[in-house]
């Protein structure tokens, strides 16, 4: 185990405060990653429900017409 110390020169035995700072300043560049990939995911669902509903809107029109 490393003998890591805290901002005021505490005892930390775990290092919990050094993996909490590198979880803090990595957090920023995933979360922003995770926005964009999830943005266009919802879209392209959107998307494809709106061809899938035209669809069958034609499909029951032309039996309707029939």
């Not at 005892?11 to 990653?33: C, I, K, L, N, W």
């Amino acid at each position: 185990m490393a003998n890591t110390q805290g901002p005021q020169g505490n005892y930390d035995p775990a290092g919990s405060t050094q993996m909490f700072r590198a979880f803090v300043d990595e957090a920023p560049q995933g979360r922003q990653g995770q926005r964009q990939a999830a943005s266009s995911g919802p879209r392209l669902g959107v998307i494809v429900g709106v061809i899938v509903a035209l669809v069958v809107v034609a499909g029951v029109a032309w039996l309707a017409l029939k």
